[in-house]
């Protein structure tokens, strides 16, 4: 969720504000627009998972934040990842906004499919959200909840590679 994030980035930076940017993947490989955002930012950390480039994890973020001071924490993608960096943020009171991706159907709030528990109360992703607050938000539920379909997913998947996969040609070896 990279290229949405820079959205904020660049909005963020043109309302005048100090804006530091941490980009974050599995590996290198998945590392995007680099380059656009150290042409938005302040300043630019890089951490992927193994190690492969930048910091390895979020680890790095905690002597960050004892040593500068930040008003606004903004998080994009996989909701294990908006979890952690909300655990990280919360001891010194950095307001977290994450965008939350819950499963959705109709998106306007009448199947109940994306329902989200933020402070305690039932919300809608598609029409309350998709940003909450990081810090009230119910991630272990939202985590139960996204994985409700994975049998189907993998049955679905599986059917996938059996019918010959992607035709396009760029997966192909
Ligand atoms: S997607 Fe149906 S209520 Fe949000």
Redesign the pocket.
């Known amino acids: 969720m990279i290229a949405p994030l820079l959205l904020q980035v660049k909005a963020m930076k043109a309302a005048g504000n100090n804006v530091t940017t941490v980009l974050g993947a599995r590996t290198k490989e998945f590392i995007m627009m680099e380059d656009e955002a150290k042409a938005m930012s302040d300043k630019v950390y890089i951490a992927t998972d193994d190690g492969s480039k930048g910091y390895k994890g979020l680890d790095f973020l905690k002597d960050l934040l004892k040593k500068e001071k930040f008003d606004r924490c903004i998080v994009m993608g996989p909701v294990i990842l908006m979890k952690d960096v909300s655990e990280i943020t919360k001891p010194y009171g950095i307001p977290t906004i994450v965008t939350l991706t819950p499963i ?12 989200v528990t933020v402070d305690g109360k039932m919300m ?4 309350d959200g998709p940003e909450f607050d990081g810090h009230k938000t119910d991630f272990d539920q939202l985590i139960l909840r996204q994985r409700t379909m994975l049998p189907e997913e993998r049955l679905s998947s599986v059917l996938w590679e059996m019918s010959g996969g992607c035709k396009c040609g760029r997966n192909k070896a």
């Open positions: 959705m159907i109709d998106g306007m709030g009448m199947c109940g499919v994306c329902r809608f992703g598609c029409v």
